[in-house]
Nanobody, 126 residues
Framework: QVQLVESGGGSVQAGGSLRLSCSHS????????MGWFRQAPGKEREGVAN????????YYGDSVQGRFTISHDDHKNTLYLQMDSLQPDDTATYSC???????????????????WGQGTQVTVSP
């Protein structure tokens, strides 16, 4: 059984930083792409960052490129999203997701992602 559990959300002022974590289990696939999505109130869900767990490729959305960093700890089975220089527009519910495929194949197309966490709220004040 696959489980994804996010943590690390909270409130921060503009310019601050947060690190999100996604502890996972049951993801035993030869091809595994994991990533972060976010959804702000009244907006569509947006892909933030993804990476191939068994490779080195990482991909970022245009709005977070250079500010956010995705990483994975194989020993802890945990995906991270380091968020720096946060802005009010980054306010959203952030969700961890996983897919049994390569990131370069599926990109941020939601229909391709098999597993989702419940989400964690990030609020950035001016």
């Amino acid at each position: 059984q696959v489980q994804l559990v996010e943590s690390g959300g909270g409130s921060v002022q503009a310019g601050g930083s947060l690190r999100l974590s996604c502890s996972h289990s049951g993801l035993i696939f030869d091809r595994l792409c994991m990533g972060w999505f976010r959804q702000a109130p009244g907006k569509e869900r947006e892909g933030v960052a993804n990476m191939n767990i068994h490779g080195i490729s990482k991909y970022y959305g245009d709005s977070v490129q250079g500010r956010f960093t995705i990483s994975h700890d194989d020993h802890k089975n945990t995906l991270y999203l380091q968020m720096d220089s946060l802005q009010p527009d980054d306010t959203a519910t952030y969700s961890c997701a996983a897919a049994s495929d390569y990131c370069w194949t599926i990109g941020f197309r939601e229909v391709e992602w098999n597993y989702w966490g419940q989400g964690t709220q990030v609020t950035v004040s001016p």
